[in-house]
Nanobody, 122 residues
Framework: QVQLVESGGGLVQAGGSLRLSCAAS????????MGWYRQVPGEERELVAA???????SYTDSVKGRFTISRDDAKKTVYLQMNSLKPEDTAVYYC????????????????WGQGTQVTVSS
């Protein structure tokens, strides 16, 4: 039983920065890949960035060079540093994590945060 709690969203002007945080809590043996998705009403949820347990990262093309994903395993937290924000970055951002919760099984379960609104004004 795991929950992901997100924070850090808000309203900023174009060119500004925000840092999103997502902390996992509950019965956690290990956390595999963690990621950030975003969704605009009426559109498909999009993977923005992902980071593996070995700190390998990947980004969608539209945010490369502007966003940085990182993780702190001691705090069981993943971050998304967003710089040079553009109006097209406006969306609800969701944290995602693939988590193992049993010592008896290597099976993992995917969890989602509640979402945090990011709005970038022009």
């Amino acid at each position: 039983q795991v929950q992901l709690v997100e924070s850090g969203g808000g309203l900023v002007q174009a060119g500004g920065s925000l840092r999103l945080s997502c902390a996992a809590s509950g019965i956690i043996i290990s956390i595999n890949t963690m990621g950030w998705y975003r969704q605009v009403p009426g559109e498909e949820r999009e993977l923005v960035a992902a980071i593996t347990s070995a700190d390998s990262t990947s980004y969608t093309d539209s945010v490369k060079g502007r966003f940085t994903i990182s993780r702190d395993d001691a705090k069981k937290t993943v971050y998304l540093q967003m710089n040079s924000l553009k109006p097209e970055d406006t969306a609800v951002y969701y944290c995602n994590a693939d988590i193992r919760s049993s010592i008896f099984s290597s099976r993992t379960t995917e969890y989602w945060g509640q979402g945090t609104q990011v709005t970038v004004s022009s």
